[in-house]
């Protein structure tokens, strides 16, 4: 006998190659004669042995990373980096104050970063949540209550309604025992449990002998033996597969990486660039020294990561007003550039809540079996039986007659069947009510061919809808039944009963908003394929590829990924093919957003580029994983979610954009007037100054802008595409271009008309300060929006003008080493600041790129 290694495992009879799924093909017998225990269990020696060899009956624990390598993960990010580097070299160079700056705002971003990435429990600590804390375990002087952390391969476990199993187990015994596996394998309905063997190949939803780990006990109860725990059980191996998944990089770690290379290479061009030209033009050698490196710290974009930050943060707040938690910053920016969902059915699409659609014969007539189908006393009722009950009370029915006899649910006969007296004493005669598969009912109804036919056809019209169908029969007896095939042939059939899991309200228009935004929807799900298909279908999607998940498993990835498309609906799929499904969308470079509420979907959230779980219900192995979670469970929030991360990516590239061309009119304006062989327009006070406004403007004034109205009017951008793309690259131009329009001349107009140097100057910085806030506001989505949609704006645009005419027209221009602008000098700077800004305008306008940042 051989056993998995590691913290807990299974016991196998050949080796650890064997497959786990060999138990629900097993005999009861031969189970514990595999396992080495009995009807009994195991002696307590031997379970102190085995405890010992497999550990206790808890998930494998990845050991957590401390905060310390959060931190330094952050403090490694390309543009991080790069700034690190900048304040080391300002410090060498002496100034230390621009050190201090850039490295206080380097540990800011670090610091926000890990403390949101922290803030997550991690996906494997929740799986202890999800297990029983206590057992019921069978020992030879009765059944004692143990915690389930000390359960080993080989322990016989009591389970009734309402417990949460605690293992694996083998059932040895059943007594009408259902259980919700809806978590693990997507069904909605409990599914029925004996302790007959099914075969090897049966999928996991289908394995009617084997209970699993951290499921509820909806009826009945019974007798199992443990064979697996921890991490070797179906939830275990599913916060494995989640532990082993590495999250791929989102397209704003990529768009940073590009952005921190392309401004490394500007600034050290501009650092050599400027001094190179200032000395050839007769400039002191330290003047141009200080002024190459005052340029390429000016040039470095320090803020960004602060502006990137914020962006994501008021989105993630945007998303949290519309009923959506952001669980990771950069997820928001993501969603913008998903171009593939794919979604669980079970509780997602649908609201996991079986309800009684339509019942096909004599409603009062089947409504009377149904109840009659129902123990009369139980504490707990299955939620078909509460719907048919609540159906019956408003039926006027009430239950009637004492019972006699009760031949609990079998999934091998999939019938359930009581006897009961007609009257009030057995005098009345006795009746037999059943219920179970329409097909089982039928063989052991005394019916036509006619009857038959038209109660098949019904069947198939309801299940081709989509519905769940339950058949009903009756009889009489003179006398009690000796066993169970004498109660349950030469019965009369009744009718059907069918039943709907409802979409969630908003599913139809939230599939059509996504796919109106060239976002494809693909439909993964552990239940029957008609189910997903007929789901599929009433959420509005097209018919397109319906597979299995046992034909999924055997096609080559080429196959599969040719047939994965809008529309396609994959039904009975395991965890790991849905993990597979998302890395194939990934290999082709879709962005993958996998919507999902059970533990079955945990591993898909975990490897998708965004993971939204749905909070309200969902398991919580999903919740802690995914980095979205639907707090109001309303799937057009995912809509919501997509619009804001396009708005979030939309408005990041406009704030680059403008803050990157600013950056390049500032090496232009001072590389032009040193070849001139003129003074700096700029000292580096005037330098802070002008940053001071450029920051403001980026991480103020844009982040706040509201979404377009167009932005879910048109496809996502191309997975891959560079974000310094060509109309990022253009409308940077275009800034640096206008922006130099204004400035460059006025500073060169005014030193030929024989203006000072200071009074120069003057001119040059109140036409930054006018013309930079003039040409954003042609960057914006809709410039003609009222102030009180974005009042940072407007406000930021007023501050930034008033401050340019304190600066140069009173008395505070010398406290700035400024000259003060004459009338006639002022007038040129605001005359060549509205042409610039016309031109900015008309550009834009030619170009057309403002609809495509």
């Given at each position: 006998?051989?056993?998995?290694?590691?913290?807990?495992?299974?016991?196998?009879?050949?080796?650890p190659?064997?497959?786990?799924a060999?138990?629900h093909?097993?005999?009861?017998?031969?189970?514990?004669?595999?396992?080495?225990?009995?009807p009994?269990?195991?002696?307590?020696?031997?379970?102190?042995?085995?405890?010992?060899?497999?550990?206790?009956?808890?998930?494998?624990?990845?050991?957590?990373?401390?905060?310390?390598?959060?931190?330094?993960?952050?403090?490694t990010?390309?543009?991080?980096?790069?700034?690190?580097?900048?304040?080391?070299?300002?410090?060498i160079?002496?100034e230390?104050?621009?050190?201090?700056?850039?490295?206080?705002?380097?540990a800011?971003?670090?610091?926000?970063?890990?403390?949101?990435?922290?803030?997550?429990?991690?996906?494997?600590?929740?799986?202890?949540?999800?297990?029983?804390?206590?057992?019921?375990?069978v020992r030879?002087?009765?059944?004692?209550?143990v915690?389930?952390?000390?359960?080993?391969?080989?322990?016989?476990?009591?389970?009734?309604?309402?417990?949460v199993?605690?293992?694996d187990?083998?059932?040895?015994?059943?007594?009408?025992?259902?259980?919700?596996?809806?978590?693990?394998?997507?069904e909605?309905?409990?599914?029925?449990?004996?302790?007959?063997p099914?075969?090897?190949?049966?999928?996991?939803?289908?394995?009617?002998?084997?209970?699993?780990s951290?499921?509820?006990?909806?009826?009945g109860?019974?007798?199992?033996?443990v064979?697996?725990?921890?991490?070797?059980?179906?939830?275990?191996?599913?916060?494995?597969?989640?532990?082993?998944t590495?999250?791929?990089?989102?397209?704003?770690?990529?768009?940073?990486s590009?952005?921190?290379?392309?401004?490394?290479?500007?600034a050290?061009?501009?650092?050599?660039?400027?001094?190179?030209?200032?000395?050839?033009?007769?400039?002191?050698?330290?003047?141009?020294?200080?002024?190459?490196?005052?340029l390429?710290?000016?040039?470095?974009p320090?803020?960004?990561?602060?502006?990137?930050?914020?962006?994501?943060?008021?989105?993630?707040?945007?998303?949290?007003?519309?009923?959506?938690?952001?669980?990771?910053?950069?997820?928001?920016?993501t969603?913008?550039?998903?171009t593939?969902?794919?979604?669980?059915?079970?509780g997602?699409?649908t609201?996991?809540?079986?309800?009684?659609?339509?019942?096909?014969?004599?409603?009062?007539?089947?409504?009377?079996?149904?109840?009659?189908?129902?123990?009369?006393h139980?504490?707990?009722r299955?939620?078909?039986?509460?719907e048919?009950?609540?159906?019956?009370?408003?039926a006027?029915?009430?239950?009637?007659?004492?019972?006699?006899?009760?031949f609990p649910?079998d999934?091998?006969?999939?019938?359930?069947?009581?006897?009961?007296t007609?009257?009030?004493?057995?005098?009345?005669?006795?009746?037999?009510?059943?219920?179970?598969?329409?097909?089982?009912?039928?063989?052991?109804?005394?019916?036509?061919?006619?009857?038959?036919?038209?109660?098949?056809?019904?069947?198939?019209?309801?299940?081709?809808?989509?519905?769940?169908?339950?058949?009903?029969?009756?009889r009489?007896?003179?006398?009690?039944?000796?066993?169970?095939?004498?109660?349950?042939h030469?019965l009369?059939?009744v009718?059907?009963?069918?039943?709907?899991?409802p979409l969630?309200?908003?599913?139809?228009?939230?599939?059509?908003?996504?796919?109106g935004?060239?976002?494809?929807?693909?439909?993964?799900?552990g239940?029957?394929?008609?189910?997903?298909t007929?789901?599929?279908?009433?959420?509005?999607?097209?018919?397109?590829?319906?597979?299995?998940?046992?034909?999924?498993?055997?096609?080559?990835?080429?196959?599969?990924?040719?047939?994965?498309?809008?529309?396609?609906?994959?039904?009975?799929?395991?965890?790991?093919?849905?993990?597979?499904?998302?890395?194939?969308?990934?290999?082709?470079?879709?962005?993958?957003?996998?919507?999902?509420?059970g533990?079955?979907d945990?591993?898909?959230?975990?490897?998708?580029?965004?993971?939204?779980?749905?909070?309200?219900?969902?398991?919580e192995?999903?919740?802690?994983?995914?980095?979205?979670i639907?707090?109001?469970?309303?799937?057009?929030?995912?809509?919501?979610?997509?619009?804001?991360?396009?708005?979030?990516?939309?408005?990041?590239?406009?704030?680059?954009?403008f803050?990157?061309?600013?950056?390049l009119?500032?090496?232009?304006?001072?590389?032009?007037?040193?070849?001139?062989?003129?003074?700096?327009?700029?000292?580096?006070?005037?330098?802070?100054?002008l940053?001071?406004?450029?920051?403001?403007?980026?991480?103020?004034?844009?982040?706040?802008?509201?979404?377009?109205p167009?932005?879910?009017?048109?496809?996502?951008?191309?997975?891959?595409?560079r974000?310094?793309?060509?109309?990022?690259l253009?409308?940077?131009?275009?800034?640096?271009?206008?922006?130099?329009?204004?400035?460059?001349?006025?500073?060169?107009?005014?030193?030929?008309?024989?203006?000072?140097?200071?009074?120069?100057?003057?001119?040059?910085?109140?036409?930054?300060?006018?013309?930079?806030?003039?040409?954003a506001?042609?960057?914006?989505?809709?410039?003609?929006?009222?102030?009180?949609?974005?009042?940072?704006?407007?406000?930021?645009?007023?501050?930034?003008?008033?401050?340019g005419?304190?600066?140069?027209?009173?008395?505070?221009?010398?406290?700035?080493?400024?000259?003060?602008?004459?009338?006639m000098?002022?007038?040129?700077?605001?005359?060549?600041?509205l042409?610039a800004?016309?031109?900015a305008?008309?550009?834009?306008?030619?170009?057309?790129?403002r609809?495509?940042?």
């Open positions: 006998m051989t056993a998995h290694s590691g913290q807990a495992g299974q016991i196998q009879a050949t080796g190659a064997e497959p786990a060999a138990w093909a097993l005999s009861a017998e031969a189970v514990l004669d595999r396992l080495k225990s009995g009994n269990g195991l002696p307590a020696a031997e379970r102190a042995r085995r405890l010992d060899r497999f550990g206790p009956n808890t998930p494998i624990r990845r050991k957590p990373e401390p905060w310390w390598h959060e931190l330094a993960e952050s403090f990010e390309p543009l991080q980096l790069l700034l690190i580097a900048v304040a080391v070299l300002s410090a160079f002496g230390l104050r621009d050190a201090i700056a850039i490295g206080t705002v380097v800011v971003v670090a610091v926000v970063e890990t403390f949101t990435e922290l803030r997550a429990t991690r996906a494997i600590a929740t799986l202890r949540a999800m297990t029983a804390p206590t057992a019921r375990l030879e002087d009765g059944v004692v209550q915690p389930a952390a000390e359960l080993v391969p080989g322990d016989v476990l009591v389970v009734e309604a309402g417990d199993l605690p293992a187990a083998r059932v040895l015994a059943s007594h009408g025992l259902r259980v919700d596996e809806s978590s693990l394998t997507g909605s309905a409990p599914a029925g449990k004996s302790a007959h099914v075969p090897a190949p049966t999928e996991l939803a289908e394995r009617s002998s084997l209970l699993h951290g499921s509820p006990v909806h009826a109860a019974g007798r199992a033996v064979v697996a725990t921890g991490a070797a059980t179906e939830l275990g191996r599913l916060g494995k597969l989640v532990a082993g590495k999250e791929p990089p989102t397209p704003l770690q990529i768009a940073l590009q952005l921190a290379k392309a401004v490394l290479v500007v050290i061009a501009a650092s050599v660039l400027v001094p190179a030209v200032g000395l050839l033009a007769g400039q002191p050698w330290r003047e141009m020294l200080l002024s190459g490196l005052t390429a710290f000016a040039t470095v320090e803020e960004l990561p602060i502006l990137i930050t914020l962006l994501l943060a008021i989105g993630g707040r945007q998303l949290a007003r519309r009923g959506a938690l952001l669980r990771r910053l950069r997820a928001g920016e969603l913008g550039a998903v593939t969902v794919v979604t669980d059915k079970t997602t699409l609201e996991n809540h079986l309800q009684l659609a339509e019942i096909i014969g004599n409603r009062h007539e089947v409504l009377a079996v149904a109840l009659a189908c129902q123990p009369t139980a504490t707990r299955e939620p078909l039986e509460v048919l009950a609540s159906a019956a009370e408003e006027g029915l009430a239950g009637s007659g004492r019972e006699i006899a009760v649910f999934p091998a006969r999939k019938l359930v069947s009581r006897v009961h007609l009257g009030d004493d057995l005098d009345a005669g006795l009746g037999v009510a059943v219920s179970g598969a329409p097909e089982t009912v039928l063989d052991r109804c005394d019916v036509d061919l006619l009857t038959r036919q038209e109660a098949e056809d019904a069947v198939a019209r309801l299940s081709e809808r989509g519905l769940r169908v339950i058949a009903f029969a009756r009489t007896l003179s006398t009690a039944p000796t066993d169970r095939e004498q109660a349950e030469g009369t059939y009718g059907l009963a069918a039943f709907d899991d969630r309200p908003g599913v139809p228009e939230a599939i059509a908003a996504l796919t935004a060239g976002v494809a929807t693909i439909v993964v799900t239940d029957h394929s008609a189910t997903a007929a789901i599929a279908l009433r959420a509005g999607l097209p018919a397109g590829h319906t597979l299995s998940g046992t034909a999924v498993d055997t096609m080559a990835d080429a196959e599969l990924d040719a047939r994965l498309e809008h529309g396609s609906v994959i039904a009975r799929a395991t965890p790991a093919t849905k993990h597979r499904i998302v890395r194939l969308l990934q290999h082709r470079r879709e962005v993958v957003a996998v919507t999902g509420d533990a079955n945990a591993p898909a959230l975990a490897a998708a580029d965004v993971g939204i779980a749905l909070g309200r219900r969902s398991a192995l999903a919740r802690t994983t995914a980095g979205l639907l707090t109001n469970d309303a799937y057009p929030t995912v809509v919501d979610a997509t619009a804001t991360g396009r708005n979030i990516t939309a408005q990041l590239r406009r704030a680059v954009a803050y990157l061309g600013a950056k009119a500032l090496v232009v304006v001072l590389l032009a007037a040193l070849a001139a062989g003129l003074p700096s327009p700029f000292q580096p006070v005037h330098i802070v100054l940053e001071i406004f450029m920051d403001l403007g980026a991480t103020v004034a844009f982040v706040a802008e509201p979404t377009a167009q932005a879910m009017h048109h496809p996502p951008r191309p997975p891959g595409a974000f310094l793309d060509r109309t990022v253009t409308a940077i131009a275009i800034t640096a271009a206008t922006l130099t329009l204004a400035v460059l001349p006025a500073y060169l107009i005014l030193t030929a008309a024989g203006a000072g140097a200071a009074e120069a100057s003057a001119g040059a910085v109140f036409a930054w300060l006018a013309a930079h806030v003039l040409i506001w042609t960057l914006r989505t809709r410039p003609l929006l009222t102030w009180k949609t974005n009042p940072a704006f407007p406000a930021w645009a007023a501050v930034a003008v008033l401050t005419l304190a600066a140069t027209t009173t008395s505070f221009s010398s406290l700035l080493h400024l000259g003060t602008l004459a009338p000098q002022l007038s040129v700077a605001v005359g060549l600041v042409v800004t016309l031109v305008a008309a550009v834009g306008r030619l170009a057309r790129f609809a495509r940042l």
